[in-house]
């Protein structure tokens, strides 16, 4: 009775669940990026300045010259290096914080950015011991109500259009088409990094298929790990990227909830089939030792006394 009411409550659709674990996954996302972007910014701000005094102190002592002129020469060499350095430097922005949480969250871990603070280490710590429960309730939530609208998608096309009483194995079914969403994925983020990145169809297909199964080695970061660029075309794309790696993983989730709802039905319907057959070799095995029994009886009969018999009539 148990097993069948949590089966019934399992087919069941909980959007204002799942919308607040949506919620709380966002808020803990957003949260912990402003969190780190204020620990880590006010330090590499410190460690910036602190490195520039002692190379002016330097230069001063060793080439004695003048304050005037080595500010020229700061101003010039800044100038020079302005562009390469932004383009290769990663910068504590909003953007790039939110991409360390992201991150963190999902367990992709690109290392491309990370906390270089002791606070902000030791809050990672807390934070992913927080925000990766979070993440996974949330991707387990989603593919779970994926792979039920798939099979109550499924049922209705098969009980409507193809006139049938049942569905027909709408487990497997729901299985295939989300291994075809993620393949899908899988393509649209190769083509849209092929735009923000400028690489190859098949590193976006690599980074993309790195990023789902959370592998994240890091080679391949998107625009450099800025999800913020001077072209708003870019900035779309980049931040749509990030959105469709998210829904990859609730496809990735949801492919999983299928192949786990396939085995159970596989390991119920060989349960049934190996009680039938049970059933079945146990009744011909009761009538056998039921005529077995008949018979010794009857001969037992046969074999009484005389007087057995005679005491038995008198």
């Known amino acids: ?7 019934e409550e399992s087919n069941k659709f909980h959007f204002k669940s799942l919308a607040t674990k949506i919620a709380i996954f966002i808020c803990v996302l957003l949260v912990g990026a402003s969190i780190f972007r204020i620990i ?32 020229k020469l700061f ?20 953007s790039n914080s ?13 290392g491309y950015l990370t906390p270089k603070t002791w606070q902000g280490q030791l809050f990672c710590i807390f934070y992913s011991m927080v925000a990766i429960p979070v993440t996974g309730i949330m991707l387990i939530s989603v593919g ?30 729901s299985t295939v088409v989300t291994f075809v969403f993620m393949v899908v994925i899988i393509i649209s983020g190769a083509l849209l990094t092929s735009h923000t990145d400028d690489w190859t169809f098949i590193e976006g297909m690599y980074f993309t298929f790195i990023s789902l199964s959370t592998i994240g ?39 999983l909830c299928s192949v786990s709802d396939l085995i159970e039905e ?3 319907r060989m ?35 005389l007087s057995t018999i005679e005491e038995a009539s008198v």
């Not at 330090?43 to 330097?58: I, P, R």
């Not at 939110?98 to 690109?110: D, H, K, P, Q, R």
């Not at 075309?233 to 829904?247: R, S």
């Open 1 to 7: 009775m148990a097993s069948a009411e949590e089966t």
């Open 40 to 71: 880590e910014r006010d330090k590499g701000l410190q460690t910036t300045h602190s490195n520039t005094e002692n190379v002016k102190e330097e230069i001063t002592s060793k080439y004695n010259i003048s304050a005037k002129d080595l500010r």
């Open 75 to 94: 101003t010039a060499f800044e100038k020079e290096l302005a562009d390469a350095t932004e383009a290769r430097k990663p910068q504590w922005t909003f």
């Open 98 to 110: 939110v991409f360390l949480a992201f991150s963190i969250m999902t367990t992709i871990g690109y």
């Open 144 to 173: 779970n109500h994926v792979t039920l609208a798939l099979q109550r998608l499924i049922s209705m096309l098969e009980t409507r259009l193809l006139r049938r009483e049942m569905p027909m194995n709408p487990q497997l079914k």
């Open 217 to 255: 080695f890091g080679d391949y970061i998107i625009n450099n790990g800025q999800l913020k660029d001077p072209d708003v075309q870019k900035t779309i794309a980049v931040n749509f990227t990030v959105v469709l790696i998210t829904v990859g993983l609730c496809v990735v989730s949801s492919v």
């Open 266 to 268: 596989k390991r119920k």
């Open 271 to 305: 349960h049934v089939l190996s009680a039938a057959a049970a059933l079945a070799n146990s009744a011909p095995n009761k009538l056998s030792l039921r005529k077995t029994e008949a018979r010794k009886n009857k001969k037992l009969e046969t074999r009484r006394p």
